[in-house]
Nanobody, 119 residues
Framework: QVQLVESGGGLVQAGGSLRLSCAASGRTFSTYAMGWFRQAPGKEREFVARINPSGTSTDYADSAKGRFTISRDNTKNTVYLQMSSLKPEDTATYYC????????????WGQGTQVTVSS
């Protein structure tokens, strides 16, 4: 069983930055792709970014391109989301998730961390 714990959320002014972290339990973290998602009140959860197991390939939602950077440290079983130039519309609960190739989906999710961007 994998456990994911996000941290780093908070309140920030528009234009500011935050770095989210997601710590994973288990010895096989480095074999899994990871993703970040977000969900704003009244909206569906949406994809933000993903990274391959080795950290050499990333992908972003259009809303995140140029402002967010996903990275990982497999020695620390941690994936990060560096967010800059934050906008009020980035306000949401952010979740990290672990992708299992075996099932073809994100099977494990963290509890989420709240990001609030004030105008």
């Amino acid at each position: 069983q994998v456990q994911l714990v996000e941290s780093g959320g908070g309140l920030v002014q528009a234009g500011g930055s935050l770095r989210l972290s997601c710590a994973a339990s288990g010895r096989t973290f480095s074999t899994y792709a990871m993703g970040w998602f977000r969900q704003a009140p009244g909206k569906e959860r949406e994809f933000v970014a993903r990274i391959n197991p080795s950290g050499t390939s990333t992908d972003y939602a259009d809303s995140a391109k140029g402002r967010f950077t996903i990275s990982r440290d497999n020695t620390k079983n941690t994936v990060y989301l560096q967010m800059s130039s934050l906008k009020p519309e980035d306000t949401a609960t952010y979740y990290c998730a672990l992708y299992r190739t075996f099932t073809g989906r994100y099977d494990y999710w963290g509890q989420g961390t709240q990001v609030t961007v004030s105008s």
